[in-house]
Structure formats: structure tokens, C-alpha cells
């Protein structure tokens, strides 16, 4: 057991202990009342953290801090892309998710002073809180790749699903199709959703057949990983279907330069020590990522291993600040847990350790490392990903009712069920 008095000082919790109790003398009330939730960030795991503390405590004074108008179901961006879904299907006004109790505020925290425990605004406004969520997610940082930026910009044959302004680029080759190489980059950096280039590789693969263009097309994958995907349960099925598809993968590549002008990707071969270039007739990359501009030296941020990034221990709990508790892809963790689904697991529990904290009850450590995806195989069918930080499949069973493999049920899932479910429940905290 480990009792805290002040932020910033405290007793490490053992790796074995299940559970631990913290002295209530750490918790006075910013304003001697109900606790105050702060929420940086109004995606999936801000809006979901925001939704479970007030269902779980319909008391709970909660304000959320966004500066954008509207929400993205980010996961359905690849169906995007290739026009099975509208961009209106995957967009909110992000108003319309904030629960009623909760306070929205349209500005960006540029500041967090964790001893104080206040937060400061882009217009230098200061706020108090008692608990703060930091989930203000990851962004991409073109700056990171010599060149990728003004190709960004300027070539209209390069696209990223995470980039939703270029999706009528993938959405206009589509439609005139052109032969040549079709190269999907992944570099050794941070990024969200692992799952997310073989998708958009696999829809773009089924269209040009249904087109019959896409024997003048080849397709494919560059990777800055050792292996395609880290879990060899999925691992053989994931190669299996790109096989089929006839996408070629090139692991241990690392994308160090886009010469625009020629329409080229560099990469360093990690095999040979040396680099290759190939040119792309289209191009698709996934841009390295980093954390929200207000932890660049904050207090908050990890100083080694995932730098930048809020780290948090096994009760979801921030290591030397009691009263932070971090969600979503701003855990400082490899980027397989930066999936929707990692959010979706593990915010009920780590919202039941806030209100165990606050109630000087016992931690509990109940999250178990979920994540995964859903990866379809083409259009119509999708396999479902899903696993936990021991690289093992979660639910086994999934695998004899044929949803490891890519299958219809899972497609609709994506497609349908997803879009329905999210704005009605996972969002708003409800399953
Ligand atoms: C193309 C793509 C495909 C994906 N596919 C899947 C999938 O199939 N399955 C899956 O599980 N996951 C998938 N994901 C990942 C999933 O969408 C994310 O993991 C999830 O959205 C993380 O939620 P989050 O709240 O941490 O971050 P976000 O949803 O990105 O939200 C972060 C929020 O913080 C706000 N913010 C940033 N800085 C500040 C600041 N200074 N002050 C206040 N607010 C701030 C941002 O505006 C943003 O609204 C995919 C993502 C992408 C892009």
C-alpha cells in the first residue's frame, strides 16, 4: 500500500501490487465543492472519459477543452477514401457529443502546471482542476521526412488517409486510374493505427480490379518495421491476404526523403545499410506523428523512451502526478495501443480508478492492454484484429466463428455497424 501527500512526491507503486490505496489528504477541491474534471480534448477518448466520469458520477463538475468545431470517427477514414462512405457519415459537430452536464470550451491548452494543478488557454486564461485528463492525441508532423512536407502540398499523386484534405486525391486517381507503381509508406516513427495502410492498400487493390485496371498497377508496401505486423496469430493472415491480393511488402525500410519533382521515395535499407529509391505513379504515406504542442517540456511529458508523450502506470494513473490521468494516444506506449479500440477498453476502468482515487478506495488494475482493428481484405470483406500487450489474441474463440479470417459479417461491422454504434454509444461511453 502507498499513501501520497502532495503532487510530484510519492511512494512507487510495486510492479506485483494489484491494488493500492492513496491518502485522501492529496485531494482538496479547487472550489471546495464536487471534484474538477479537466478534459484536454474532445476525441474519442477525451469525449469518452468526459461521458463515463458522469455516468459513473452524475455530480462530477466536467469541462472539456477543443479547440475544433467538429469530430472525425477517424477509423472509418480508409472507407472514406475510396467513396464507400460520405465524409458527412463520419463527422459531428463536436458540441453535439459533449455530455449535457459537461462544459465545452472552443480553445487549445497551451500549458499545464502540474503542482499548482491548473491549466493555462491559448489566450492566457487559467482553470484549476482536481483531476485532468490530458487526451489531446497525436498529430502528424510532415517535418520529420526531408521533403514530405512540400509533397504534401504540392503533388497531387500523393495522399494519407490521416490527412482527410487529400482523400479526393486517392478518390480522383480512382476515378482515372494511371499505371505505374502505387506505394504505400510507413516509416519507423510514432503513428496511430498500425492497421490502417494494409486497409487502404486492400480497398484500392479491390477497386482497380473491379475496374480492371490493376494489372497495370503494382502495388506496394514499405514498411519501417522489422515485421509486417507484431502478433504472429495475425501476423500469417495479414500476409496471406496481401499475397493474394498481390501487394509486395518490403520490411526494414525507413522513409527518409520524398524528391517530389521526380515523384520519388528514399528510403534507408536496414538489410543492406544502404538506400533505394523508387518512383510512384501514386503515393501514400503515413506520416510520422507526434504529441500535442503543450507537452513539448512539460512537466507531464515522458523524458525518455516515448518522449513527449504522458505516461501512465498500471491504474492508468500518471507516475508522478496523482491527479493526472492520461487516455487515448497521448500514453506514452508503442503506437499498436494507439487504436480507437485501446481507447474504448480501457476507459471504463481507468475512470473507476479516478472515482476509486477520489473516494480513497483501492486502484484496481483491470485494462489488459486491449487493442486491434478491424482490416478489410477488399471491398466486402474484413478480417477483426484483436489483441493484448502480450502480442495473444483476445477472445480465441473469435477465431472458430471465422472472424480471423477476412469475412463479410466483419465488413459490415465496419461499414454499417460502426458509424450507428459510434455516435449512438462507443463515443458517448455507453458499451
Ligand atoms: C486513418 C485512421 C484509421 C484508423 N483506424 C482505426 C481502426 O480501424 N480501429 C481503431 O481502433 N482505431 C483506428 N484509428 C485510431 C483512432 O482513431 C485513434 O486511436 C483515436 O481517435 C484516439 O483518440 P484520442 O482521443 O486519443 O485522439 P483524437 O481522437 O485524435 O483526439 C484528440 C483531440 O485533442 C484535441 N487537441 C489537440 N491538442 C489540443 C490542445 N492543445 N488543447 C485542447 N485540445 C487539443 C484535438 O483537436 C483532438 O480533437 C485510426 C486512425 C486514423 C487516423
Known amino acids: 500500500m502507498n499513501s501520497r501527500n502532495s503532487e510530484g512526491s510519492h511512494a512507487s507503486v510495486p510492479e506485483e501490487n494489484r491494488s493500492t490505496k492513496i491518502s485522501r489528504t492529496s485531494l482538496p477541491r479547487s472550489n471546495g465543492g464536487q471534484p474538477h474534471v479537466v478534459v484536454i480534448g474532445a476525441g474519442m477518448a477525451g469525449l469518452m472519459s468526459a461521458h463515463t466520469a458522469l455516468r459513473r458520477a452524475p455530480d462530477s463538475r466536467v469541462t472539456i477543452v477543443e479547440p475544433r468545431p467538429d ?120 503513428f496511430k493505427c ?23 498497377v503494382h502495388i506496394k508496401i514499405y ?24 501487394i509486395e511488402v518490403f520490411c526494414n525500410r525507413d522513409l527518409i526523403r520524398v524528391n517530389h519533382a521526380r515523384r520519388a521515395f528514399v528510403f534507408a535499407n536496414r538489410d543492406t545499410g544502404g538506400t533505394e529509391e523508387i518512383e510512384y505513379a501514386m503515393g501514400h504515406v503515413v506520416p510520422p506523428m507526434k504529441p500535442s504542442p503543450w507537452l513539448e517540456e512539460n512537466p507531464l511529458a515522458a523524458k525518455e523512451g516515448f518522449r513527449g508523450f504522458v505516461p501512465a502506470n498500471q491504474y492508468g494513473q500518471h507516475p508522478q502526478y496523482p491527479s493526472v490521468w492520461p487516455n487515448g494516444d497521448t500514453i ?36 489488459r492492454g486491449t487493442t486491434g482493428c478491424m482490416v478489410p481484405s477488399g471491398i466486402g470483406k474484413a478480417m477483426l484484429v484483436l489483441f493484448d500487450k502480450t502480442n495473444k489474441p483476445r477472445y480465441p474463440w473469435l477465431r472458430w466463428a471465422g472472424l480471423w479470417s477476412a469475412n463479410k459479417p466483419t465488413w459490415l461491422m465496419f461499414k454499417y455497424g460502426l458509424p450507428a454504434f459510434y455516435w449512438r454509444a462507443i463515443v458517448r461511453g455507453i458499451v
Do not use: W
Open 71 to 190: 469530430h472525425m470517427l477517424q477509423a472509418a477514414l480508409p472507407l472514406c477514401a475510396v467513396g464507400q462512405l460520405s465524409e458527412t457519415k463520419i463527422t459531428r459537430p463536436t458540441q453535439s457529443l459533449v455530455p449535457r452536464k459537461a462544459v465545452l470550451l472552443r480553445n487549445s491548452v497551451v500549458e499545464v502546471d502540474p503542482v499548482r494543478k491548473s491549466i493555462m488557454l491559448a489566450g492566457g486564461e487559467k482553470l484549476s482542476y482536481d483531476i485532468l485528463i490530458p487526451a489531446s492525441g497525436i498529430h502528424p508532423d510532415y517535418t520529420q521526412i526531408d521533403g514530405l512536407a512540400d509533397a504534401m502540398r504540392e503533388d497531387n499523386s500523393l495522399s494519407s488517409v490521416y490527412e482527410p484534405k487529400t482523400l479526393g486525391r486517392i478518390r480522383a486517381m480512382l476515378d482515372r486510374p494511371v499505371s505505374g507503381n502505387y506505394v504505400f509508406v510507413r516509416p519507423n516513427a510514432m
Open 194 to 216: 498500425a492497421g490502417a495502410i494494409f486497409k487502404i492498400a486492400n480497398l484500392i487493390d479491390s477497386i482497380l480490379r473491379a475496374k480492371k485496371t490493376r494489372r497495370d
Open 223 to 246: 514498411l519501417g518495421n522489422s515485421v509486417l505486423f507484431p502478433v504472429p496469430d495475425y501476423q500469417a493472415r495479414l500476409e496471406g491476404i496481401l499475397k493474394s491480393n498481390g
Open 332 to 367: 506514452a506506449e508503442p503506437p499498436i495501443f494507439k487504436t480507437g479500440a485501446a481507447v474504448h477498453f480501457r476507459t471504463r476502468p481507468l475512470i473507476d480508478n479516478v472515482l476509486r482515487y477520489l473516494q480513497d478506495k483501492e486502484l484496481r488494475e483491470e485494462y
